[in-house]
T-cell receptor, first 112, second 114 residues
């Protein structure tokens, strides 16, 4: 079942903050976050696992609320390079064990 | 550069034809995933292979098939092509199987069916 992302789009000025949410109606095992620039491949940002473990390599933080079955991605002090479409992908065992269902994406535009 | 390679980059073909898309995963990665991305559908999971065996299936049409070879590269075969099959097809790889592992996406193959 596809997770629901909000907002659909956000426009920021450089230095501003934004939050992108990813919600599921079912219990999650893991949440992945990817960013895709126009015409390019999605790029891995973060994984959040049930139990609190996080893996990521960018200066973008995220949280995973198991009770609410929701993850939030925090874009802090945004830079021009943060522009792109952000997708969350969720793994919901047992039906989708090992495969990700992606949300529709949140388009982020950072302006100077 | 993710280390995942896909060929060809662009493919233009007519309805009813058959095409093969190729993917080479990152060195050491055992899992390969195929995704379809069209304008109105977002990223749709098609199928996953792990070390040569099919591991998970998504909304993959019967006209589509895939396999992973002993050298771990994978091919996605699309047959009896329709206009609606026009899309970007991404391959991704990860070290193992399961949601605990990040996926690295290749540059994609843009398929245009005319």
């Amino acid at each position: 079942q596809q997770p629901v992302q909000s907002p659909q789009a956000v426009i920021l000025r450089e230095g501003e903050d934004a939050v992108i949410n990813c919600s599921s109606s079912k219990a999650l095992y893991s949440v992945h976050w990817y960013r895709q620039k126009h015409g390019e491949a999605p790029v891995f940002l973060m994984i959040l696992l049930k139990g609190g473990e996080q893996k990521g390599h960018e200066k973008i933080s995220a949280s995973f609320n198991e009770k609410k079955q929701q993850s939030s991605l925090y874009l802090t002090a945004s830079q021009l390079s943060y522009s792109g479409t952000y997708f969350c992908g969720t793994e919901i065992p047992p039906d989708s064990w090992g495969k990700l269902q992606f949300g529709a994406g949140t388009q982020v535009v950072v302006t100077p | 550069d993710s280390g995942v390679t896909q060929t060809p980059k662009h493919l233009i073909t007519a309805t009813g034809q058959r095409v093969t898309l190729r993917c080479s995963p990152r060195s050491g990665d055992l899992s390969v995933y195929w995704y379809q991305q069209s304008l109105d559908q977002g990223l749709q999971f098609l199928i996953q292979y792990y070390n040569g065996e099919e591991r998970a299936k998504g909304n993959i049409l019967e006209r589509f098939s895939a396999q992973q070879f002993p050298d771990l590269h994978s091919e996605l075969n699309l047959s009896s092509l329709e206009l609606g099959d026009s899309a970007l097809y991404f391959c991704a790889s990860s070290p193992r199987t399961g949601g605990a592992y990040e996926q690295y996406f290749g540059p994609g193959t843009r398929l245009t069916v005319t």
